[in-house]
């Protein structure tokens, strides 16, 4: 997830000791500087006063956005696709609920490495190293499906699936994220991943039920859409190398390299994690199980059981264009405040009303208010972390978040062999408050520019709650007297 670009930087960096307890940069120690001309990777420096690039500052630009949108069209279509074929390699295979979730858990494996390594990537490979790791990663996974080997063996190659998609998910949240406007941008970067992850049960969907073929015929459009991604991620990120990742990166950190270890000292760091962990865990979680739920507890015929997850993602996609720039005017904390309630309230009537064109709507609306949380969330650690700390920081929280797609679907897979399917909707709701409490240990106001404060004064995470603490305190002891 997203990054500073090796072509430009902010205008203030830091080091380690500027680091508040909070892990919000202090102002006064900020130095600025000025970037040389990036010769290498052909795109000019910054000027005076210009903090943050833009997408379509120049062709190369233009050229690695789109193809960052393509490759999130695939991690999405690769992450969705397991729910919708999980009812028929259950069939396939003769399996359990908590044997076949171990699909959900395996990859959890690849990204717990690509947030550990996605900073040893970048310094020693820079971008063009995640443009050409990623796909081929990727087809590693996929391609053994396609024979459709024994049941243990899936779990294992899969893991090569969630490396590819982990790195890859790191790297560009933090390079976009960095942008001007980057609550926008990343909307379409996460849109285009709701729409891969739209179009890919649909389309497995009617492979199996309507063309009467076997779950995995499905993974042979994945192998050359994936190949595709290698032939325009090379070329698209191939100046971008560890060379222009070093110069700019210890150039802003006074000639030193930011290690993951320093940014994991920010407990910033650590919620943004947290709470990526949990939303992308509830994100798949729905998206995993809305078919088997829908066929045991709603019994829905095959096909529009397939549609719904289907709706879902749409939801989430169209949320995640639209909202970002309501996210923008708003303000991170308020907007994600607002989102995540309504979406507590639409996961209790998807639970509670046992109708399916109720449930269908619900989850639907529950997609749309869901789909800003992670780019917001990337943004908001752009403005709370210094520059300098991007990198390693929204990689590991973009990557260990990433993680989430394994954990807590298979946790729903494992408890429903002896509950029952119906445990999914108790678990997300209370995914989703918890999402909501950690949310408001960010510093920061409900105010546009609230975070920005929040960093230039010093606030520690925590803050809110603090105060609240405070406040009926001083309450009681008022009734006391």
């Known amino acids: 997830m997203a990054v500073d670009s090796p072509e430009r930087r902010l205008g203030n960096i830091s080091s380690d000791d500027n680091i508040q307890p909070g892990g919000v940069q202090d102002p006064e120690k900020a130095v600025p500087t000025q970037d040389a001309t990036d010769e290498e990777s052909g795109t000019a420096s910054p000027q005076p006063g210009q903090e943050l690039q833009r997408w379509n500052e120049s062709k190369v630009n233009i050229f690695r956005f789109f193809a960052t949108i393509y490759s999130f069209t695939l991690l999405g279509m690769t992450d969705a696709v397991v729910g919708a074929l999980l009812p028929y390699i259950e069939e396939y295979y003769s399996i359990s609920y908590t044997v076949v979730s171990l699909l959900f858990l395996s990859p959890f494996v690849g990204y717990l490495l690509a947030a550990l390594l996605n900073n040893q990537i970048h310094h020693h490979f820079g971008q063009r190293g995640v443009a050409i790791l990623a796909p081929i990663a990727r087809l590693v996974g996929i391609v053994p499906l396609v024979f459709h080997p024994p049941y243990p063996v899936l779990p294992v190659v899969l893991l090569f699936t969630g490396f590819g998609n982990g790195i890859e998910d790191s790297a560009f949240n933090a390079w976009i994220g960095n942008m001007q406007r ?164 639409l996961e209790l009537l998807y639970w509670l009303v046992p109708n399916f064109a109720a449930s269908a709507t619900f989850v639907t ?117």
């Not at 797609?405 to 209370?430: R, W, Y």
């Not at 949310?439 to 520690?460: F, S, T, V």
């Open 365 to 481: 609306f529950l997609g749309f208010f869901l789909g800003p949380l992670f780019p917001a969330a990337i943004v908001v650690a752009t403005k709370l972390l210094p520059s300098d700390y991007h990198v390693p920081a929204i990689g590991f929280a973009a990557a260990f978040g990433g993680g989430g797609a394994a954990v807590i679907p298979f946790a729903v897979g494992a408890i429903a062999q002896s509950k029952g399917v119906e445990v999914l909707q108790p678990i997300v709701l209370a995914i989703l408050v918890f999402i909501l409490l950690m949310w408001w240990m960010l510093p920061g106001g409900l105010r546009p520019g609230g975070l920005e404060k929040a960093r230039q004064n010093g606030d520690r995470v925590g803050d809110v709650f603090r105060k609240c603490i405070r406040w009926f305190k001083g309450g009681l002891r008022a009734k006391t007297k």
């Open 182 to 345: 980057a609550n926008e941008l990343l909307g379409f970067l996460h849109g285009a991943y709701g729409l891969g992850a739209t179009i890919s049960p649909l389309i497995a969907t009617a492979m199996v039920t309507r063309g009467g073929l076997p779950w995995y015929s499905f993974y042979y459009v994945m192998i050359g859409l994936d190949g595709l991604a290698w032939l325009l991620l090379v070329p698209a990120f191939w100046r971008a190398t560890a060379k222009v990742h070093r110069e700019a990166h210890m150039h802003a950190n006074r000639g030193k390299r930011t290690t993951t270890r320093a940014a994991l000292r920010s407990p910033v760091t650590w919620i943004v994690a947290v709470i990526l962990l949990g939303y992308v865990g509830a994100e798949v979680a729905l998206g995993g199980w809305i078919v088997t739920f829908m066929l045991r507890v709603r019994h829905a015929e095959r096909f529009i059981a397939g549609l719904t997850v289907t709706f879902f993602w749409l939801g989430l996609t169209i949320g995640r264009v639209v909202l970002g720039f309501v996210t923008e005017s708003i303000g991170e904390k308020l907007a994600i405040t607002l989102y995540l309630l309504l979406s507590v309230a």
